[in-house]
């Protein structure tokens, strides 16, 4: 990779670098999301792995490890991010997810010397096997590495564009997150069928540690000079990260946007972790069929989403905040009705391009939603704007919703909640044989939720420009 970087640096002029960079930059967060989606689209298999004997509560909390350890670890980075080299930082943290993704194809080999140990969370009550527990802590890397690459990363995009193209270079950089998941359901899914779920792991974990290195030789923009602030690397006044944050949390902009994408993660983090097994156990198709078909649905929808949102965002003549907040709450809205039907319906002639609709819609708010958080700090507050950002959507969106599936289908399985299954019924699904449809009506829900927020942030935008 770094002869393509001096190729760049041999250009007449350095208007090519940047986009060299969010190259580059794009193509390790496209291996980002395929590490991460490569558990969900083998988890069928995994669920009926004899070594393992996993429940649905059991995925759905080693789906969550990733995530609370991507929470905690996030505003930790950001402070780094803030006030370091980001392009090492990005390196190190390319490399642990890797060889954590890696490493997961390991995890049958210590299963026998766990067979017999169990672990009751705290508060919850539920009880993991020894597997479960060291696919959780396996997991929990991946997260850590991943927290500090989506963490840093934006701020470091923000810095090589100006304001005018900031929006469409996020919105590219975005777009890797559907295309790696779409690679992930349909890479996981296929080495799975031909070599088991364990060599897919250690398969889709190698490139991200030979791609990774590439990035350490890469130039570190100054913070903020495209905005016209000061071009040095570090803000000449310290501030407490204390202050930072209080900061950070009293910004409208920033909170209103957080608290709707957080409803929003809630439901795509649950369709992330179980539409395989949903596709695969309630609507009956074959598991490496629904893993293929949900990698094409989601590089094709997901990609027209997440690029459309930006070019969209920066295509209304308004204030960019305003107009940020409105293509936000509009796609959220209007996809509230598809993923109801994607849920209710048995005929793949009406679930599947139910499903590509509704990623089409879920998938426009990530470049906006950006945008909204790097615009609303000053520059040297970004990365931090960021973390705390990521802190709220997973704490509290789908670090829950992709354990709380998981358990909700359990319990309606078993014949609990029949509150539940009676929403269900009138949905028409059986809440017997599809108690996992039934369990993911909590989606739609967090769409109504995330709708009203968005909605929110674009009115009293629109108000206070007036």
Known sequence: MRWIEKLFESLPTAKHYPLYALALLTLVNLLNYIDRQVLPAVAPLMLRDETLHLTDSELGYIEAALLLSFTFFAPIF????????RTRLITVAALIWSLATAATGLIPQLVGQTADFRFRLPVLGSVLSGAAVALCFIR?????????????????IADYFTPRRRATALGIFQAAIPIGFSLGFVIGGVLAHFFGWRVAFTLVGLPGIVT???????????????????????????????????????TRDWLLSTIGYTALTAALGAFATWATVLLARDKGMPEASAAITLGIITLIGGAIG????????????????????????????LAIAPTLVALAADDQRVYLPATFIAVVLLFISNAPLNAILLQCVPPEERATAVALNIVAIHAFGDAISRAA?????????????????????????????????????????????????FFWGALTTKRSAL
């Open 140 to 156: 929990a890397l991946v997260g850590i590495g991943e927290s500090a690459y989506s963490t840093i990363t934006p701020s470091l």
């Open 78 to 85: 950001g402070l780094l991010g803030d006030r370091f080299r």
């Open 306 to 333: 997440t690029f459309g949102g930006g070019w969209l965002a920066d295509l209304i003549p308004r204030r960019r905040s305003e107009a940020y907040f409105s293509v936000c709450a509009v796609s959220t809205l």
């Open 212 to 250: 990774a290195i590439s990035i350490w030789n890469l130039r570190e923009p100054h913070r903020g000079a495209l905005d016209g602030f000061s071009d040095s690397l570090a803000p000449k006044t310290k501030i407490s990260w204390w202050t930072t944050i209080e900061r950070i949390l009293s």
């Open 405 to 453: 599936v998981g358990v909700l289908s359990d319990l309606i399985g078993n014949g609990s909640l029949p509150q539940l299954a009676a929403i269900g019924a009138w949905l028409r699904i059986d809440p017997a044989r599809e108690h996992l449809s039934v369990a993911l009506l909590i989606a739609p829900a967090s769409l109504v939720i995330s709708t009203l927020f």
